[in-house]
């Protein structure tokens, strides 16, 4: 069997290393682009719902969204209609900052499927929306507390 899974892990880190290293100037620290990118695209996401798009569990999402809120870059809102439910919005910083980080991911983009065939990005496209649907029912199996059987 191929170590396909090591290659992925292996281009995540590197680009989120990358990443990092670039947004510091920015005062965004680890992963936190990752963050304001689904709040400036989803405008009014609760909290839970943010920390299922990005695959992490509530306790990481909630410190992260903390540290954006005091950063400046977001705010929560109470929902019109139920006071408990906390909505999240971009500030004025985070609606500045949305575009370099945009521009930063269309650029390794490009960098990264550079010399495919339009046709070849759409296969790795279709091919790696299979494989995250596959992981999603073993994340959400042991997000509840469950064990896989190897």
Same mark, same amino acid.
């Given at each position: 069997?191929?170590?396909?899974?090591?290659?992925? @892990?292996? $281009?995540?880190?590197?680009? #989120?290393?990358?990443?990092?290293?670039?947004? =510091?100037? !920015?005062?965004?620290? &680890? *992963?936190?682009?990752?963050?304001?990118?689904?709040?400036?695209?989803?405008?009014?996401?609760?909290?839970?719902?943010?920390?299922?798009?990005?695959?992490?569990?509530?306790?990481?999402?909630?410190?992260?969204?903390?540290?954006?809120?005091?950063? @400046?870059? $977001?705010?929560?809102?109470? #929902?019109?209609?139920?006071?408990?439910?906390? =909505?999240? !919005?971009?500030?004025? &910083? *985070?609606?500045?900052?949305?575009?370099?980080?945009?521009?930063?991911?269309?650029?390794?983009?490009?960098?990264?499927?550079?010399?495919?065939?339009?046709?070849?990005?759409?296969?790795?496209?279709?091919?790696?929306?299979?494989?995250?649907?596959?992981?999603?029912?073993?994340?959400?199996?042991?997000?509840?507390?469950?064990?896989?059987?190897?």
């Amino acid at each position: 069997m191929k170590e396909i899974l090591r290659e992925i @892990g292996m $281009i995540a880190r590197a680009l #989120d290393s990358i990443s990092n290293i670039e947004f =510091k100037e !920015y005062d965004l620290t &680890k *992963g936190q682009y990752l963050y304001i990118v689904r709040i400036c695209e989803n405008l009014g996401i609760i909290q839970e719902k943010l920390a299922e798009m990005i695959k992490v569990d509530r306790t990481t999402a909630a410190r992260a969204i903390k540290k954006l809120e005091i950063n @400046g870059f $977001i705010e929560k809102k109470e #929902d019109k209609h139920n006071k408990k439910i906390k =909505k999240i !919005y971009p500030t004025n &910083k *985070g609606d500045n900052v949305y575009p370099f980080i945009k521009r930063e991911n269309n650029y390794s983009n490009s960098v990264a499927l550079e010399g495919f065939s339009e046709n070849e990005e759409e296969i790795i496209f279709s091919l790696l929306q299979r494989v995250s649907k596959n992981i999603e029912k073993d994340w959400e199996f042991v997000k509840k507390g469950n064990k896989r059987n190897y």
